[in-house]
């Protein structure tokens, strides 16, 4: 997309806004289809660090998930509880966190995708 959506940008400023992780969403970038729940900026953020703290050979790249979130209108969209759909299943099956931008997202609809074996 030249142009981000921007209905999509206010419905990322909604979740910065409200400070939520309960906006589920399912968004088509790059030929990948994502789905799961928004969070906002910081939170992802705190996320990510906390990963990586945890993590014996990553842990040094924590510190660069502590910067501030950015200020003015989302860029980006930051998913957690989140999975790339590949045929009949997500992955990984436990959720991940990904960070997607705005402007390369080319179709989206609000809610997630959830899987059975059934």
């Known amino acids: 997309m030249s142009k981000p959506d921007e209905l999509l940008v206010d419905l990322a400023a909604l979740v910065e806004s409200g400070q939520s992780n309960r906006m589920s969403l399912t968004v088509v970038t790059g030929g ?5 729940r928004l969070a906002p900026e910081a939170v992802w953020r705190q996320r990510v660090s906390e ?3 945890d993590s014996a050979r990553l842990g040094e790249f924590a510190a660069v998930f502590n910067t501030p979130a950015t200020k003015g209108p989302p860029t980006h969209l930051h998913f957690h509880v ?3 759909l590949q045929g009949a299943m997500g992955i990984p099956e436990t959720g991940g966190m990904y960070r997607v931008a705005i402007e390369d997202v080319s179709a989206w609809t609000v809610g997630d995708f959830s899987y059975s074996d059934h």
């Open 32 to 36: 990948a289809v994502i789905t799961g």
């Open 51 to 53: 990963v990586l703290t």
């Open 82 to 84: 989140a999975r790339i």
